[in-house]
């Protein structure tokens, strides 16, 4: 968890308005998330930080690319992002008022810092599209076409689709009749 130290902002010492910060996310980044959904990428963060009296709000522009595995062939291809999402800080003087929401996180009035890992690195992964395939399957330097040649010959062909589509069940013939 060192390397993500740098994704700490002390933000006791900095004057009221507007700051601005940039990080570079890389492959260090994603090793130090046991889980992650991305092994690997090139990122750049640019924040903008607006501390105010009792808030900050954090802008997140990150954008890039990131490596992600394809649900077809099993390669991994590159998928660019650009990322804008917005975080609000409220520093809380009592310990037991609310707990963080998703757009509202709480800081002790005792906190002299606050990591942005944890933010970009969630941040980065809700860009993870839920099927991942490359836009021209097949037709890219990095599609893997001996796996993608080899679900096409397990594919079942057209007369496959037909016979089984044939072959029906008697009980379902018997309601057919009733329903006429």
């Known amino acids: 968890m060192k390397s993500l130290q740098q994704y700490s902002i002390p933000f006791t010492g900095l004057k009221l308005g507007v700051h601005h910060f940039e990080f570079e996310v890389d492959d260090a980044f994603f090793n130090e998330f046991e889980y992650s959904l991305v092994k690997s990428g090139c990122l750049s963060v640019e924040l903008e930080l607006d501390k105010q009296e009792t808030m900050m709000i954090l802008h997140f522009h990150i954008s890039g690319e990131m490596k992600l595995g394809c649900d077809v062939c099993l390669a991994d291809y590159p998928y660019s992002v650009e990322i804008k999402e917005r975080q609000i800080v409220k520093l809380n003087g009592n310990e037991d008022l609310e707990d963080d929401t998703e757009e509202i996180m709480m800081l002790k009035r005792n ?27 097949g037709n890219t330097e990095w599609c893997d076409l001996e796996m993608i040649a080899k679900l096409q010959q397990l594919a079942p062909g057209p007369k496959e689709v037909e016979e089984e589509e044939e072959i029906a069940d008697p ?10």
């Open 111 to 137: 906190e002299t810092e606050i990591n942005v890992a944890t933010l970009i690195y969630e941040f980065i992964n809700l860009a993870v599209p839920y099927i991942n395939r490359c836009n021209d399957e």
């Open 171 to 180: 009980r379902w013939e018997a309601l057919k009749k009733i329903k006429k």
